[in-house]
């Protein structure tokens, strides 16, 4: 399937979708989109559904380049924008009314708008049956709750707004704890909705394996597993991963991904930078390197350049190279995630032998010997937060792990006077 980053909602209701020009998404409260969710066809709500997957991508790298310097896996130098390398590492204080706060956020409620225009759209229609619809709805939600949880890692205890289904009458902010709590019920509600589902509609490559209600539903009970550790719910992450693509023994790299390509109209890898760029560049932390086992293969993440570049007295001679091309796929979610939320679990559970035989599967994964330190649960939780550093590096998670477990003071400041901020504020038009 082909991309569109840019839908034209209007043109594709007066149109049909074959009339569409590439152009970005007009206020999304029209008459011409109501009539869309009045009298949708099953071309239409095809496009809606790639338009929904492919709003996913947008300014993810904002995103994802911000925790991770906040978690302190990267640096990103940048000639044109110094605000990564001082205000993002902790000199002054963080904008609410700027690229780094104000894009990833805007985008990801783009796209719970869009989902609720497509179960409106869908929930309306003549032409599906009662299993089509169902599919629509279930996978809409289940997305929608994927974005949510996105701006509640940046937000924390400022809060989110889960209920934006009015734009005209918002529901109010609420703090990490409720938001969370209405994320896993949204993640529930789409898994009765795509149980018994039909999907008729066309989904990316990256979602190869998981194209069918089946699939869908494992994907959905992956995130819900991920929602469950963030709310330290352990037997609800168990339930969740046993219901998800979970493979013990498994690939690691099995799971959900953002598709990119040099289609015309499509996207780009915008996470790609090549390696030894002497422009913009994204390095690894230099404790990445230091910390790291001799002998790990995950050292294949943070290759050695040619030179040690400094920017605002922050060097580093370490490419971050898990984007190795720009048309690369990025991981929304994937199987070595799931064997180390089930490692968690298992030991917050005190199930310790399972959590070190989790542990062990990663470590030998990777190259490195089976874990031979304290059997206690502290230790084994310091062992857990370890494996998830290295194996989900720059991946969005080492700032979330830290924060939910109170670390976040163990991370590195190398510049007297920079810290580790635990939250995003509100963006400034929210705030308004």
């Known amino acids: 399937m082909k991309h569109r980053i840019k839908l034209l909602i209007i043109c594709i209701a007066l149109l049909g979708p074959l009339a569409c020009q590439k152009g970005e998404i007009p206020n999304l409260n029209t008459p011409v989109v109501g009539d869309l969710v009045r009298k949708a066809t099953k071309e239409q709500l095809a496009t809606l559904v790639v338009g929904l997957e492919s709003g996913t991508r947008l300014s993810i790298a904002t995103y994802y380049d911000g925790v991770s310097i906040l978690g302190r896996e990267v640096y990103r130098f940048s000639g044109s924008e110094p605000r990564w390398t001082t205000e993002m590492m902790g000199t002054g204080e963080l904008d609410n009314n700027t690229f780094y706060t104000t894009n990833p956020w805007t985008s990801r409620y783009r796209v719970v708008r869009q989902g609720n225009i497509l179960i409106d759209a869908a929930t309306n229609s003549v032409v599906l049956t009662a299993e089509e619809k169902k599919g629509y709805i279930g996978f809409a939600k289940t997305i929608m709750a994927y974005q949510l949880l996105m701006n509640l890692n940046m937000t924390y205890s400022n809060g989110i707004r889960t209920d934006v289904k009015d734009p005209e009458k918002l529901g109010p902010f609420k703090p990490n704890p409720e938001a969370l709590a209405d994320i896993a019920a949204l993640l529930d509600e789409a898994k009765a909705d795509l149980t018994g589902s039909a999907i008729i509609f066309p989904l990316s490559s990256g979602f190869t394996g998981f194209k069918t209600a089946a699939g869908l539903i494992q994907f959905n009970r992956a995130l819900a597993a991920r929602v469950a550790v963030y709310r330290s719910l352990w037997p609800a992450a168990l339930t969740a991963l046993n219901e998800s693509f979970f493979d013990l023994n498994g690939s690691f790299t099995r799971g959900i991904s953002h598709e990119f390509s040099g289609s015309s109209g499509d996207l780009l890898n ?113 062992e857990m937060l370890r494996q998830r550093r290295f194996s989900l590096f720059a991946e969005g998670h080492r700032w979330v792990d830290m924060r939910r477990y109170n670390r976040l003071a163990e991370l590195p400041n190398t510049r007297p006077g920079d810290k580790v901020w635990d939250k995003y504020p509100i963006p400034l038009t929210e705030a308004n």
């Open 270 to 382: 915008p996470l790609f930078l090549p390696q030894n760029s002497p422009g913009e560049k994204r390095l690894a932390h230099p404790s990445y390197a230091t910390d790291i086992t001799p002998g790990d293969d995950r050292i294949s993440k943070a290759t050695l350049r040619a030179d040690a570049p400094t920017l605002d007295n922050l060097t580093s001679n370490r490419d971050v190279w898990i984007v190795t091309t720009n048309t690369s796929f990025f991981p929304i979610i994937r199987n070595e995630e799931l064997i180390l939320i089930y490692a968690e679990a298992k030991i917050q559970s005190n199930a310790i032998p399972d959590g070190i035989v989790a542990l062990n599967r990663i470590r030998i994964g990777h190259n490195l010997p089976p874990y031979a330190g304290a059997v206690t649960p502290a230790a084994l939780i310091t």
